[in-house]
């Protein structure tokens, strides 16, 4: 193997097609696109041309295109056959989130991986946006104080549409809570630890194909604190700006937009340098904020080029399938959360 990991794309139509091929495998500098697979063979032809890579007619043509690794970006119900050739054919693979539509699925795709000896990373992105890797850096430095309170929020407008995977849990394993809530749940994870107990509503406020477009997480951390996710198919894209709220005992950080595909947002810390004082007037703006703008990076080229640098060095990649099998188990919660209108422990 060269310094440069060779990629093949599985759904290549998609995400794949407007980041993840142009601003990740294109650009990072130790990947090199090799091949892609979709089954639309015509999408799959332009993105071959676009791209200057081979386009292949099937999977199995895929594994035997001389590529290192692959990226998985097909509809959700596809990951588990698809990760498990790939594993059989002893390729590495970077599967989009969620990794499966269920916990007993994804850790079929854990186990198959470890078996056939290859890596399976978990497509958490947003991970590697550098306002997040700051805003953890003031949460892990004890610089926000006891972590108290969280909000995650990723919406959008999906109306619906004929054959939209996402819209029946039978292809999509559930709607926006699978879809855009797993992202928040993660960031969410990564900034506060694990989590410990879940309650959720779900609802079709406001379409009515199969899977939710509604729903809102409460979170209970190890660590005591807590947090809420929302997350909409029906709420216009333009009303929804991504909101980001991290608090503690010491101050918050505030960000809007840095939740997303973009590279970055707007993110302010508030913090405190002295809380040992009580104010009964409770007066507000006291503390300037210090505005969290680092180099902004991108997050498809940041996770290609960890991914690649993890199979070069043959060590787990950061996003690996742990973080994709504990977010199952979240989502999996949230759901029988919302069923039976319980809370629900996670063990
Ligand atoms: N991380 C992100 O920013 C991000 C954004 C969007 C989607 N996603 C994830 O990426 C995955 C795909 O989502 P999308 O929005 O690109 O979906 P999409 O429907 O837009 O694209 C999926 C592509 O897969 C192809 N396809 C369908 N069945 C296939 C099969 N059996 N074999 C090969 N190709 C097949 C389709 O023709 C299409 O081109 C999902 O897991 C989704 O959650 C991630």
Not at 83 to 106: D, F, N, Q, S, Y
Not at 126 to 154: C, D, T
Not at 180 to 205: A, P, Q, R, T
Request: aromatic content about 6%; charged content about 20%; glycine content about 8%.
């Amino acid at each position: 193997m060269e310094n440069k990991i060779k990629w093949g794309v599985i759904g290549s139509g998609g995400i794949a097609r407007r980041r993840t091929i142009p601003e990740g495998i294109i650009k990072a500098e130790n990947a090199v696109l090799t091949s892609v697979y979709d089954i639309n063979s015509n999408v799959n032809a332009a993105v071959a041309r676009d791209f200057n890579a081979t386009a292949v007619n099937s999977i199995e043509e895929l594994l035997q295109s001389g590529i290192d690794a692959v990226y998985v970006a097909s509809p959700v119900n596809m990951h588990p056959s698809h990760v498990i050739t790939c594993a059989a054919g002893k390729k590495h693979i970077l599967c989009e989130k969620p990794l499966g539509m269920t916990i007993e699925e994804t850790e079929k795709m854990i186990s198959v991986c470890k078996k056939e000896g290859v890596l399976l990373g978990t497509s958490f992105m947003m991970r590697f946006l550098s306002q997040h890797q700051s805003a953890l850096k003031i949460i892990n430095e004890g610089k926000l104080g006891k972590p108290v309170y969280g909000r995650a929020q990723l919406s959008c407008w999906y109306p619906p549409l004929p054959d939209a995977w996402r819209q029946d849990p039978v292809t999509g394993g559930g709607g926006s809570l699978m879809d855009m809530g797993s992202h928040c749940i993660d960031l969410m994870e990564m900034f506060f630890g694990k989590i410990k107990s879940v309650s959720c509503f779900i609802n079709n406020s406001v379409h009515s194909y199969k899977s939710e477009d509604s729903a809102v997480v409460s979170l209970f951390f190890s660590n005591g604190a807590m947090a809420t996710v929302d997350t909409f198919f029906c709420i216009p894209d333009n009303s929804s700006k991504n909101i980001l709220e991290l608090y503690g005992s010491g101050g918050s950080i505030l960000a809007k937009g840095t939740i997303g595909q973009g590279d970055s947002g707007e993110m302010t810390a508030y913090l405190e340098a002295d809380t040992s004082g009580y104010n009964a007037q409770q007066l507000r703006n006291q503390a300037d904020g210090v505005v969290i703008n680092p180099l902004a990076v991108n997050t498809y080229r940041a996770e290609i080029e960890e991914f690649s640098n993890a199979i070069l060095r043959k060590q787990e990649p950061k996003n690996n399938a742990s973080l994709g099998l504990q977010n199952q188990i979240i989502l999996a919660a949230c759901y029988e959360s919302a069923r039976s209108g319980r809370i629900i422990e996670i063990k």
